[in-house]
T-cell receptor, first 115, second 112 residues
């Protein structure tokens, strides 16, 4: 069975500082990985995805994520946080090659950026 | 504008009173799905549909039904709602298998 772990319920960071939101996964075969963001009273919005290729993936709003196969991780990063980045972030995975096509989501990490 | 539209956005109902949450997408996507979001649990898939007349159970299908008679619509039906179905529900769609999901704005359901 596939699974995603987001070990931090909340991450606090000062505006202008770099941020990292952690994600580790478990899946059979090669992974297909996503990050989504949810603002209050809104649906989830796609940030970025990893299929194959370069381990560093760049996405929307200046976010990027690094795929590490040996550590089965896909941490979300941003060099300089903005107050407007405060939101709920979800990591998701499914197997690329076989198995069920549904995404499995982590429990979410709330990012709080202080001015 | 490309979008997934859910209705109602908010609903309070009572145990046993049948209800339907509608979902419509205007992107001609084959794949559609319903998720529920609960605190600390993330999003869990209820049902999904690979195309018209093709539906299948997700991780938490009990107490729910779906139908896919048209490509654009994928309603979620609660035949006899119970309080444990109080949740935030999201409909989503995508096109090719490697495409990202597009989500609706969510439907917050309270069952008393």
């Amino acid at each position: 069975a596939q699974s995603v772990a987001q070990p931090e319920d909340q991450v606090n960071v000062a505006e202008g500082n770099p941020l990292t939101v952690k994600c580790t996964y478990s899946v059979s075969g090669n992974p297909y990985l996503f990050w989504y963001v949810q603002y209050p009273n809104r649906g989830l919005q796609f940030l970025l995805k990893y299929i194959t290729g370069d381990n560093l993936v760049k996405g929307s709003y200046g976010f990027e994520a690094e795929f590490n196969k040996s550590q089965t991780s896909f941490h979300l990063k941003k060099p300089s946080a903005l107050v407007s980045d405060s939101a709920l972030y979800f990591c998701a995975v499914r197997p690329l090659d076989t198995g069920r096509r549904a995404l499995t989501f982590g429990s979410g990490t709330r990012l709080q950026v202080q001015p | 504008e490309a979008q997934v539209t859910q209705n109602p956005r908010y609903l309070i109902t009572v145990t046993g009173k049948k209800l339907t949450v509608t979902c419509s997408q205007n992107m001609n996507h084959e794949y559609m799905s319903w998720y529920r979001q609960d605190p600390g649990l993330g999003l869990r898939q209820i049902y999904y549909s690979m195309n018209v007349e093709v539906t299948d159970k997700g991780d938490v299908p009990e107490g729910y039904k779906v139908s896919r008679k048209e490509k654009r619509n994928f309603p979620l039906i609660l035949e006899s709602p119970s309080p444990n179905q109080t949740s935030l529900y999201f409909c989503a769609s995508r096109t090719q298998p490697t495409g990202e999901l597009f989500f609706g704005e969510g439907s917050r359901l309270t069952v008393l």
